[in-house]
């Protein structure tokens, strides 16, 4: 195995609240970059890939733990490192050779030799003949191709990438997908290794030599594995599928630790979260989900599910954990499958199913319990938002906080839990449909 030219020792991400608790973003990770690599990162939205990967580049220091450059600590000026993001961030009163000759300037290139080397690397991406072009005169595509050529002008020895496709059509991110791999088999890059940051699974999997799924609350790995799998690689082959599948269902069953496909380590049970956190769905997905579930016969293929809905992993994903965590639905070897109960709401009318999406919540959704049987003991059935807030915020950052609140918000008010006047910040019991429901038992936690 070669020396690895990053290597991560245990770095971890948190931070500290006024009263002094931690909120931990990041737990302690232990990651190498190789040369001769593509390096894949996949994991939900908001989980800390970003954060990583600044930490990885040494523009972000670690809350502990370290990250070494050829064994020596990373800083933003020894590592020979450059970055491709997903909003272009070109100067727009630059032209594209210029744009693409600023890194070089600011690292006291002389002029020629700038202009020799932007020239060089503008023709191998494509884009020779617009190099007094400005931003706003190019497409989407070739305004990352100028990206590209801004990151690969200083010849770093890792090339990183933030979700560089995310902000492009179909058609252009999988048309520069094709050219990125054709220039790194090719060997006409100026890089040893690249790191990839995405949400994308397929884009994963044919790409990367090596695969990272991070899970969250905080961010840890869940699952590092390699592609043995040749270029080109075949997205219909059934190894391709196999992997993408196993991939969906790291991202879809948190509390499972699940050993890749053709890997014989065992699998095992780690450590649960600190506190369950509410995947971001709307009841409507929810319920469009498992109508259609129930069209197709009550078992599909994530997979196909995705390419069926015409969505990314990162707005599937919340939804089939949503489902699963209600009981409306299962997820076993990469299938999900409605349950009974996921079929009885998906033929319900709109009154039975508030009824049994109340049921659920309060069944499987420990904030909610919470929050129903505080409404209930108290004597005017009122209380505060800062009780939700102070619960979770010693779990969660500000912003996902943020988050499970309006996801809470809806669910519990779509089941009519409760009410939530916006103008007092107070949540009030509600009358629910159907029959009286009794309060429930389930103590608060402090």
């Not at 997205?235 to 269902?249: P, Q």
Request: aromatic residues 8%.
């Amino acid at each position: 195995m070669s020396e690895p030219i990053i290597r991560a020792q245990a770095v971890e991400k948190f931070y500290v609240q006024p009263d002094g608790n931690r909120i931990e973003v990041i737990a302690p990770v232990d990651l190498d970059i190789e040369p001769g690599k593509i390096v894949a990162l996949l994991g939900p939205s908001g989980c800390g890939k970003s954060t990583l990967l600044r930490m990885l580049t040494g523009l972000s220091q670690p809350s502990s733990g370290e990250v070494l450059w050829h064994g020596r600590p990373i800083t933003s000026q020894n590592a020979g490192v450059a970055i491709v993001f997903q909003s272009f961030a070109l100067f727009p009163w630059l032209t594209v050779l210029d744009n693409v000759e600023a890194p070089l300037e600011a690292r006291g290139v002389a002029a020629m030799e700038r202009h020799k080397r932007a020239l060089r690397i503008l023709d191998t991406v494509g884009l020779d003949g617009f190099e007094s072009a400005y931003p706003k005169e190019l497409s989407g595509g070739m305004k990352q191709r100028v990206g590209f050529a801004r990151a690969m002008v200083v010849e770093p020895e890792v090339l990183f990438m933030d979700e560089p496709f995310s902000a492009l059509d179909v058609l252009t991110a999988e048309n520069l997908r094709n050219e990125l791999l054709e220039l790194w088999i090719s060997k006409k890059m100026p890089t040893s290794a690249i790191f990839i940051v995405t949400h994308n699974i397929e884009e994963a999997v044919l790409l990367a030599d090596r695969v990272i799924v991070l899970g969250r609350n905080p961010a840890r790995v869940r699952a590092d594995f390699s592609i043995e799998i040749t270029h080109p690689r075949d997205r219909k082959s059934s190894r391709f599928v196999e992997l993408v599948d196993y991939i969906y269902k790291i991202m879809t069953q948190p509390d499972l630790a699940l050993a890749a496909p053709g890997a014989t380590a065992a699998a095992q049970k780690p450590a649960r979260q600190k506190y369950q956190m509410i995947p971001h769905a709307r009841v409507g997905g929810i319920a469009g989900l498992l109508e259609l579930l129930h069209d197709r016969g009550g078992k599909e293929d994530l997979y196909r599910l995705a390419e069926v809905l015409i969505m990314d992993a990162e707005d599937l994903l919340p939804i089939v954990e949503a489902s699963v965590i209600l009981g409306f639905a299962t997820l076993k070897e990469g299938d999900v499958e409605i349950t009974a109960e996921g079929v009885r709401f998906a033929e319900a009318g709109i009154l039975e199913r508030k009824i049994l999406f109340r049921n659920a919540a309060l069944k499987h959704i420990v904030i909610l319990q919470q929050i129903d049987s505080v409404l209930h003991a108290k004597a005017d059935h009122s209380i505060s938002q800062e009780f939700f807030y102070d619960i979770l915020d010693e779990h969660f950052s500000q912003d996902e906080v943020e988050r499970q609140f309006e996801t809470a918000m809806n669910w519990g008010r779509y089941a009519e839990i409760f009410d939530f006047d916006r103008e007092s910040h107070r949540l009030t019991l509600a009358e629910p449909v159907g029959e009286p429901h009794p309060p429930t038992t389930t103590p608060v936690q402090s």
